[in-house]
C-alpha cells in the first residue's frame, strides 16, 4: 500500500507581501482550495521562520504520490494558472524535497479546516430543520469531519456519509475514531452512477454543488428521487447567486476561477422557489444566511408549485 507522501517547499517573501503570501499559501488558502478538489488531498501546512518574517515552507501532504500525481494531470491548467497569479508574491522559491512516511499509519485522516469555521453556523440550521428527521444522506462528504460533528450534535439522527470510492478511506478514519453509534459505514456514491437503494427523509450537502459540472448537477437532482421519500428536507451549503446577482465581490473571482476551468457549474443562481424540470418534484426554498457571502438553502421536496432552477 502507498504511504503518505509530502512534499516542502521554501519560500523567500518581500515585507509587502507577507499577508497576501499566507492568504494564498495557508492551510485554507487558493492552493489548498484547488488541491482540495481532487481526491488524496491530506492537508498543508504553512511554517514561518522565527528569526526571519519572510521566510516559510510549505507542507502539502497527499494520501499517495499516485493520488497527487492524479491532481497533477486533472488539474494541471488550474495549478499554472495559479502559480502565474501568485509568481509576484515571492522573491525566490525552490523546492526542498518530496518525502514518504517511513513508518506510522499507512493512511493519514484528511483535513479540511474550513469545516471547523462552518460547522457552528450550519448546525444551528440543522438543529431547526432536522429537529423530526431521522435518517440523513450526506452527499459528498469529503473528509468526514462535518459528518462526525453533526452526528456527534444530532444523536437522534442516523446520519449516512457518502462520496466517491477516493474518498471513502478518509471518510472511514473519521468514523472510525468517533466510533459513533448512529454514523454507519459510508457508502460510495457517484451522482453519474448507481444510488443507494435506502430512503431518507433528508439530504445534507456541502460545497458540492458549485465544484460539479453542470451535467453533475443535473445528476445529482435526478438522483435525489431515488433517495428521498415524501415531504423530505433537502439542505445545501455553499454560494449561490441571488437571481443572477453575487453576494461579494470575492463569490465573483471565485466564480470566474471555476468557470476557466470548464469543469465546475459555477454558481448557481437561486429564485424563490424551484421547480427541477424533468418531472414536477419542486423544492421551495428558503435561505439561512449562515456567513456574509455564504448561505445553507433548505428546501421542502414535495410537488407542485413554479419556479426554474438555473446556471448563471
Known amino acids: 500500500m502507498d504511504r503518505p507522501y509530502t512534499y516542502v517547499w521554501r519560500f523567500e517573501v518581500a515585507a509587502e507581501s507577507l499577508a497576501e503570501f499566507e492568504r494564498h499559501y495557508g492551510p485554507d488558502g487558493s492552493w489548498a482550495q484547488l488541491f482540495r478538489r481532487a481526491p488524496g488531498y491530506i492537508g498543508t501546512l504553512l511554517l514561518k521562520d522565527r528569526a526571519n518574517a519572510g521566510r516559510y515552507l510549505t507542507v502539502d501532504r497527499w494520501h499517495s504520490e499516485s493520488a497527487f500525481a492524479h ?22 522559491e525552490d523546492l526542498v ?14 483535513h479540511a479546516p474550513a469545516t471547523e469555521r462552518n460547522r457552528d453556523a450550519i448546525a444551528l440550521v440543522l438543529r431547526e430543520h432536522l429537529a423530526d428527521r431521522q435518517r440523513v444522506l450526506e452527499i459528498g462528504s469529503g473528509s ?31 468514523l472510525k475514531d468517533a466510533a459513533l453509534p448512529n454514523t454507519p459505514a459510508a457508502l460510495q456514491l457517484d451522482v453519474n452512477g448507481t444510488w443507494p437503494s435506502s430512503q431518507f427523509d433528508a439530504v445534507f450537502s456541502a460545497n458540492t454543488l458549485h465544484i460539479m459540472s453542470w451535467p453533475e448537477v443535473v445528476s445529482m437532482f435526478g438522483g435525489l428521487r431515488q433517495v428521498l421519500g415524501p415531504d423530505a428536507t433537502l439542505i445545501i451549503y455553499g454560494p449561490f447567486n441571488y437571481n443572477g446577482k453575487f453576494t461579494s465581490d470575492s463569490n465573483r473571482q471565485f466564480d470566474l476561477s471555476l468557470r476557466a476551468e470548464a469543469r465546475s457549474a459555477a454558481f448557481v443562481t437561486l429564485k424563490r422557489s424551484m421547480r427541477w424540470h424533468r ?12 456567513r456574509p457571502t455564504i448561505d445553507v438553502c433548505v428546501a421542502a421536496w414535495g410537488h407542485g408549485g413554479s419556479g426554474d432552477v438555473a446556471r448563471t
Open 97 to 110: 524535497g518530496d518525502f514518504k512516511r517511513m513508518n506510522g499509519p499507512a493512511v493519514d485522516k484528511p
Open 279 to 290: 418531472r414536477s418534484e419542486c423544492i421551495f426554498w428558503l435561505t439561512s444566511r449562515c
Open 71 to 92: 491532481f497533477c494531470d486533472t488539474y494541471g491548467d488550474a495549478y499554472e494558472a495559479l502559480d502565474r497569479e501568485c509568481e509576484g508574491l515571492t522573491l525566490a
Open 144 to 174: 468526514g469531519q462535518h459528518a462526525v460533528f453533526f452526528a456527534r450534535q444530532f444523536p437522534h439522527l442516523t446520519w449516512q456519509t457518502s462520496d466517491r470510492l477516493e474518498y471513502l478511506s478518509g471518510i472511514s478514519g473519521w
